[in-house]
Structure formats: C-alpha cells, structure tokens
C-alpha cells in the first residue's frame, strides 16, 4: 500500500511540476511577488497531496525564534521535503541549486523566474563566490536564503559535515543565521521513492548574530546546535 500511494503521489508531483513550469514562464511579465506566489504553490500542493496521500505531516517548534527580517537558513539536509516545505515557512525564498538544472526546458526557465542562487559545482572555488556573491545579492532584493552546508542529503543518524559557504555570506553581509533540524529522511528517504506515514519534527534554534563574527565562528555554532538537536530527534520510523 505505500509503494502504491507513492506512486500516486509521484504522478502527481511530476504533473504538477509540468503544469507550474509553464505557468512560471508566463508569469515573467508579473510582478515579482505574484510570480513568486504562483511558484510557491507548487511547493504547497506537494506538502497538501503528501500529507493527503502519504500521510505525512509535519510539527513545528520554535517558531517564536524566526526574526523579522530575512535571514540566512542552515539546516540538515535528508529529504527532498524540506526543498519543498521551507519555501511556504520563509516566503520569499531563494536557494542554491546546480546551474545546470537551468537548461531544462521549462522546468529550467521555471526554476530561474524563482530567483536561485546557480552555481557550478564542478569548479568548487569558482562555485563558492558564485554562492556569496549571489547570495548578497539575493539578501539585498529581500529574500530569505536557504542553504544546505552538509551540501547534500544525509542519512538521518549520519549527519555530514557542515560546509563554510552559507556562514561566509552571514560574514560579511551581517544578515542574522536561522538554524533548523529536521527528521524529514525518516520518512521520506533520500534516493527513495517510497513515503512512510509519520510527522515530521521541525525545530527552529535561537537566531546566531553574525555581525562582526567570522565565518567559522558562526558555522561551528550552526552545525554543532542542529547536531545536538538531530541527536534527541527520533532516527528510525515506529515499527508498531
């Protein structure tokens, strides 16, 4: 039964991508904030259909902790669902994705009209200006930046290394660091097309102040308060 909602969802996941493709190129010639809006509602018809579907759900903690302002994300990085789920938490968003991904005809175009920071990641020292200087730039038009800086989906009881870039933009731009843990891989692993029914846990840490700290400062605190939260989050799915 779940292979089959699985499927059920995937089908509907990649015809929606198709129809939200489309409808994020014509959107162009509107303003950028219902551009943003129509491209949003991908990802929240994904989170509705998968809640619906899969019987995934999430809870959130702390979210008296979100500042004001637009803030630097860095949370763990298990799922695609936190791709999806963040987008509707921290609207406007901007993320880092392989520039690649914009050739596609289409879903490329679509995914440029939402603002990403592009990069190269075959060239790891020209990929990591291409991340500050966009992401400056990003900050400056008022979004929110999410960033992954394990750089790629973890197992949720192997939690990677955190990588500087996302602390470098903090740095120097000064923009206050949001951390976030999550147990999404839990139920939706990473390389797997099947989703577990459970609930999500989303924790939001106390806001890390940036200015006139270095990078690896605020790093080091970001990694080490998500791995403390991640180690008392649940790491297997209830078997009963």
């Not at 520039?99 to 490329?108: A, H, K, Y």
């Amino acid at each position: 039964m779940i292979a089959i909602k699985s499927i059920v969802y995937l089908i509907g996941q990649i015809v929606s991508a198709m129809v939200i493709s489309v409808l994020a190129v014509v959107s162009l010639v509107l303003p950028r904030t219902m551009r943003d809006s129509i491209i949003r509602s991908w990802a929240r018809f994904n989170i509705w259909s998968l809640g619906k579907i899969c019987g995934i759900h999430y809870r959130v903690q702390g979210q008296e902790n979100i500042p004001d302002c637009p803030a630097i994300i860095l949370s763990n990085h298990q799922s695609a669902w936190e791709t999806l789920c963040f987008q509707l938490f921290f609207p406007p968003v901007s993320f880092v994705l392989k520039r690649q991904l914009l050739w596609i005809p289409f879903f490329g175009w679509g995914l440029a009209a939402y603002r990403p920071i592009a990069i190269d990641r075959s060239k790891k020292r020209r990929a990591l200006d291409q991340l500050i200087t966009q992401g400056k730039q990003r900050m400056a038009e008022g979004r929110w930046l999410i960033i992954y800086p394990e750089g790629t989906r973890m197992p949720p009881d192997a939690p990677g290394n955190f990588q500087i870039g996302g602390a470098m933009i903090a740095a120097r731009s000064g923009a206050p660091v949001l951390p976030i843990a999550h147990n999404a891989g839990v139920f939706w692993p990473k390389n797997s097309f099947l989703k577990y029914p459970g609930t999500i846990d989303v924790i939001f840490g106390p806001v890390i102040e940036t200015k006139g700290r270095k990078a690896r400062e605020i790093n080091e605190q970001a990694e080490n308060w998500i791995k403390q939260v991640l180690a008392d989050l649940p790491r297997q799915r209830n078997s009963a």
